[in-house]
């Protein structure tokens, strides 16, 4: 004998199968926002942190920067007081200079024949006046000042005689051109 089964079971497996598939879709849906929840509250800890390493990071970046601007302040400071030192010490080399060129230049000057009246000094010129016996004597003296270290030229301005005492001189004026550094 035959039996027949007149119960749908195909239909209601299916409908089952098709519930658990509902289930299955359900929970990956929940665990797939789960997991979006998670990725969303980690990302936003992460920029939660590096947003505060930032403001200690900019923190730090501006005491630095107010140190850096004191450093630099202090390497002007050091420069100018070095540039002041380099004066100072250039003062001190070159103090004693005119005083040795006047001495040198009086050792130039012969004594019985030339009396020197007076010398300026103005930046890189020198004025000498003065009374010699003769233009002989004024011409010699004016090429042995060329000859002198620290003059570069010397010109002659003006002679003339001079009578003192019933004795006639002779009376001149030379420009003189320094070197650089004396």
Do not use: H
């Amino acid at each position: 004998m035959i039996k027949i089964n007149l119960l749908p079971y195909r239909e209601k497996e299916k409908k089952e199968n098709f519930a658990r598939q509902i289930t299955i879709i359900g929970g990956l849906f929940i665990l797939f926002l789960l997991c979006l929840a998670w990725g969303y509250f980690y990302m936003s800890s992460q920029v939660k942190d590096l947003e505060a390493k930032l403001a200690d990071s900019q923190k730090t970046l501006k005491a630095l920067e107010v140190k850096v601007g004191d450093l630099e302040k202090f390497k002007q400071e050091k420069a100018e007081l070095q540039l002041k030192l380099g004066v100072i010490g250039t003062l001190e080399e070159n103090r004693l200079l005119p005083v040795k060129t006047l001495d040198d230049l009086s050792l130039l000057v012969p004594q019985q024949n030339i009396w020197l009246t007076k010398i300026t000094q103005q930046n890189d010129s020198l004025r000498i006046e003065g009374v010699g016996r003769d233009n002989i004597v004024a011409a010699d003296f004016m090429k042995t000042i060329e000859k002198f270290e620290p003059i570069q030229s010397v010109d002659l301005v003006s002679s003339k005689k001079l009578v003192i005492a019933d004795m006639t001189f002779q009376q001149f004026i030379f420009s003189c051109k320094m070197k650089k550094g004396f």
